[in-house]
């Protein structure tokens, strides 16, 4: 589902209801700047023509938990004409992994959600649409990002043996709650294997902590600035810890709040990992309950559609089965020789193919915009295709993995003729490293391929048949190499550039950190 606009206020519930320690009701002060908040972002909503009986306020721990709860909730509706609908503490768990689950195409793994006062933990199978136990189960904590930090302050006030118990506290009841999620028992749960339990992390001090990973990442800068769908491994993970808090005030999108919460959520992160070894991957998701209660009204099979393939379609062509038959006929699935297993990207060999092919979500969303930037001008369509997955066209997308954005980047870059400036090489690298040499470079065939076809069929409409394509991996006299046939119809010169470009590919020069496959072209047709 598209987001068309999007706000926030910059106020934490929880935090304005503590003063020196003690728990006080909500000011007055915040209740005015809330009802304030609300009345714009219903004007906005009738400014887009969204249906009164649409506009839904949905209340969380926060406001559930507030002294003068009831006395909040009223002065809200009175002042909006709006229902105020407080989500149940045992929902509020469910909407949110719901949430976590719209940022990830495939999500299976331990959802947690640090809030200002708790945490969230779910076990969620996006996959299969189960839950641990068949229903969704979340356990609520009461380690959120602020109290933390109280807890903290008033640890250290007590001393050493105060602190240390704080935190053996904190890991027994991380351990008890992922006991008590009941992972089913095929989830890979040894520590240190590479397919093990995977975390996803949403919630803002989280996101925090996610930014300051990315901000100590190996590559450096970092290609793409959204924190949803960066994944890091358990070192990485583990890596950026309280030491780095130090130079967190000049971190990207780390807010001077978020800072003074950094010790108390590197607090958190230290007790997790230690509590939990068996995760071997950590996700970071930008979906809340906002999102959550979004995505629960689709239907299963929106929600089951992949958010590359949802994300470009608005821009699809016309002849889009068409174009998309042509694109995989211009990549190989197959080989002549039976021995060989296809496909895998465990093993850097040119015999593999990798899965986000042979998945062809990839290829149906590099159909969708194989002519998007037809109307830049010649001199820029690279560049602007290039970034168009992080800060252009799909910046925004939502559900994104930063490996999906990277593919396809590097793709649609080749798809305009790779030639970029000074100032984007380096930019170009980033993403080469972030995807990897064998992924790079299956990329860059991909929009090679894309760009004849675009050539072709500039309008995104076939009306008579132009090109064919067909192609092979092969194994002859112990030599493996792409095949690629390519029959020109008609009298249209449709040039050779890309003909050129897909046989220096195969070559020494066209190889990315060492992996390439050879590519013999045989052309039928004008271009011969």
């Known amino acids: 589902m598209p987001t068309i606009y999007q706000d926030r206020l910059g106020i934490s519930l929880y935090d304005v209801q503590y003063n020196d ?17 609300l009345l714009r972002f219903k004007n906005i909503c009738e400014d887009f023509g969204v249906p009164h009986k649409n506009i839904r306020i949905i209340a969380t721990e926060a406001t559930r938990t507030a002294i003068n709860s009831v006395e909040y909730r009223s002065t809200l509706e009175s002042s909006t004409k709006l229902e105020v609908e407080m989500l149940p503490k045992e929902k509020e ?40 136990g068949g229903t969704l189960r979340s356990i609520s904590l009461p380690y959120g990002a602020a109290a933390m930090k109280r807890h903290i302050d008033e640890a250290q006030a007590l001393g050493p043996t105060a602190f240390k118990d ?16 009941a992972i089913p028992s095929h989830v890979a749960t040894v520590p240190g294997q590479s397919d093990g339990l995977k975390l996803y992390l949403s919630g803002g001090g989280f996101r925090g902590w996610g930014y300051m990973v990315m901000a100590s990442h190996e590559i450096h800068p970092y290609p793409i600035p959204t924190i949803n769908g960066f994944e890091v491994s358990r070192a990485q993970f583990m890596r950026s810890n309280q030491d780095s808090v130090q130079d967190s005030e000049s971190v990207f999108q780390v807010s001077s709040r978020r800072v003074s919460q950094l010790p108390a959520i590197a607090f958190i992160v230290g007790a997790l990992v230690d509590a939990i070894p068996e995760v071997s991957s950590v996700y970071f998701a930008q979906g809340g309950v906002r999102e959550g209660l979004l995505f629960s009204q689709l239907s299963p099979e929106l929600r089951s559609e992949h958010p590359l393939v949802a994300a470009t379609r608005p821009f699809a062509p016309v002849s889009t089965e068409a174009l998309l038959g042509l694109l995989k006929h211009g990549v190989p699935y197959r080989m002549t020789n039976e021995r060989f297993t296809l496909p895998s990207e465990s093993v850097g060999s040119p015999t593999n193919i990798p899965s986000f092919l042979t998945s062809q979500y990839f290829l149906f969303a590099l159909t969708h915009i194989i002519n998007y930037h037809a109307s830049h001008p010649k001199d820029i369509r690279p560049a602007a295709a290039l970034r168009s997955t992080t800060t252009g066209l799909l910046g925004g997308a939502h559900g994104l993995a930063h490996l999906d954005r990277g593919l396809l980047a590097l793709a649609l870059c080749e798809r305009w003729g790779g030639g970029i400036s000074p100032s984007d090489e380096a930019f ?13 470079w299956w990329a860059k065939y991909c929009g090679i391929v894309a760009q004849g076809i675009g050539d072709a069929y500039p309008a995104g409409v076939v009306r008579t048949e132009r090109l064919r394509l067909s192609s092979m991996m092969r194994d002859d006299a112990d030599e ?15 040039g050779t550039g890309w003909v050129k470009d897909l046989q220096k590919l195969g070559k020494k020069k066209g190889a990315v950190e060492g992996y390439r496959v050879k590519v013999r072209v045989v052309v039928d047709g004008p271009a011969a």
Not at 110 to 131: A, F, I, K
Not at 480 to 494: A, E, R, S, T
């Open 21 to 37: 320690g003690e728990k006080v009701p909500i000011p007055q002060e915040i209740v005015s700047q809330v009802c304030a908040a």
């Open 93 to 132: 768990g469910e909407i949110g992994a719901m949430g976590v689950a719209s940022s990830f195409s495939n999500l299976k793994g331990v959802v947690m959600d640090l809030g200002g006062g708790s945490v969230q933990l779910s076990w969620l199978d996006q996959g299969t649409g189960e839950t641990a």
């Open 166 to 181: 704080l935190r053996e506290r904190i890991k027994d009841d991380f351990r008890q709650a992922i006991a008590s999620l």
């Open 428 to 440: 170009y690298r980033s993403l080469q490293r972030l995807v990897g040499p064998q992924r790079a």
């Open 480 to 494: 493996i190499f792409i095949q690629v046939k390519i029959q020109l119809i008609g009298n249209d010169d449709l």
